[in-house]
């Protein structure tokens, strides 16, 4: 089994900056980060290979947001910079075994909300 849990939500006022934790059930895979915005599909956010090397992010979040992990802690962190309100969201974490980094993705956390907001 793949366990995921997520932490680090909640309201943050725009450009302010955040840190979303990931917490994986002692295993090492290739993860992710997701969001869905009301009324909008479930979009990619920005994911990172197994060794923490490799990574890739949406346009959207590009040079504002830093995906990274700690294989020590079995964690990865979503390091959101300059938060606009349309980054809000309830943002997932996903992973799996395949080293694809845009997924798709089997293993999901339960989400974390993010509200940019004055």
């Known amino acids: 089994q793949v366990q995921l849990v997520e932490s680090g939500g909640g309201l943050v006022q725009p450009g302010g900056s955040l840190r979303l934790s990931c917490a994986a059930s002692?295993?090492?895979?290739?993860m992710a980060w997701y969001r869905q915005a009301p009324g909008k599909e479930r979009e990619f956010v920005a994911g990172?290979?197994?060794?923490?090397?490799?990574?890739r992010y949406a346009d959207s979040v590009k040079a504002r947001f830093t995906i990274s992990r700690d294989n020590a802690r079995y964690t990865m962190y979503l390091e959101m910079n300059s938060v606009r309100p349309e980054d809000t969201a309830v943002y997932y974490c996903?992973?799996?075994?395949?080293?694809?980094?845009?997924?798709?993705?089997?293993?999901w956390g339960q989400g974390t909300q993010v509200t940019v907001s004055s």
């Open positions: 996903a992973a799996k075994y395949d080293s694809d980094l845009v997924g798709p993705y089997g293993y």
């Open positions: 002692g295993l090492t895979l290739t």
């Open positions: 990172i290979s197994r060794s923490g090397l490799s990574t």
